[in-house]
């Protein structure tokens, strides 16, 4: 997606390893989120970065879930001890100015399975 | 908390026929609605948005949809589909801005 960066666009790790996603979005953008797509799901709020503000977590599913936002810019996804039913495509999304008056700029994501 | 139904996971059309992809949605405040499509191979894009005012509101590629609320939806209409509209969409509906919940998306798939 134009703006935003993904890295690895695809992941396989066996369960119980960890993993990190990487979300690489062009510099300006204030508001950054973090979404889940499973297979016949819609999309899953996980996290929700705005500005210097503290981090809006109330999605992640789980304390195997965190993530972080290193100056203001890239932000990594950490799922530790991966289980089978965290393989998934994750999204990452940024905005103007966070809110919904700023559309959401979608990356073209990372799957993970998890085997 | 609010979230959204798509009725429709798979429609199927010839192209140039006409087209409605369902949603409904639940909240107990007042929401702001989103379409997005997903072409395949892509992101996710912005098709339009209801935030206030006329309750149809116009979006990208000759898409529209209109805000119902007392039927708590926001169907999404296309007088003539093209094979270049085949894509993954997405309703979602947001009452704070900031945390915008996605239905599980219809798939559209237009035949020639």
């Known amino acids: 997606g134009a703006g935003v960066s993904q890295s690895p666009s695809n992941k396989v790790t066996e369960k119980g390893k960890d993993v990190e996603l990487r979300c690489d979005p062009i510099s300006g953008h204030t508001a950054l989120y973090w979404y889940r797509q499973s297979l016949g799901q819609g999309l899953e709020f996980l996290i929700y970065?705005?500005?210097?503000?503290?981090?809006?977590k109330s999605g992640l599913p789980s304390d195997r879930f965190s993530a972080e936002r290193t100056g203001g810019s890239v932000s990594t996804l950490t799922i530790q001890r991966t289980q089978q039913e965290d393989s998934a495509v994750y999204l990452c999304a940024i905005s103007d100015g966070g809110g919904f008056n700023s559309p959401l700029h979608f990356g073209n994501g990372t799957r993970l399975t998890v085997t | 908390a609010q979230s959204v139904t798509q009725l429709d996971s798979q429609v199927p059309v010839f192209e140039e026929a006409p087209v409605e992809l369902r949603c409904n949605y639940s909240?107990?405040?007042?929401?702001?609605l989103f379409w997005y499509v997903q072409y395949p191979n892509q992101g996710l894009q912005l098709l339009l948005k209801?935030?206030?005012?006329?309750?149809l509101v116009k979006g990208i590629n000759g898409f529209e949809a209109e805000f119902n609320k007392s039927q708590t939806s926001f169907h999404l209409r296309k007088p003539s589909v093209h094979i270049s509209d085949t894509a993954e969409y997405f309703c979602a509906v947001s009452d704070d801005g900031n945390d915008m919940r996605f239905g599980a998306g219809t798939r559209l798939t237009v035949k020639p």
């Open positions: 970065f705005q500005g210097n503000s503290a981090p809006d």
């Open positions: 209801y935030l206030s005012g006329s309750t």
């Open positions: 909240s107990s405040v007042s929401v702001y």
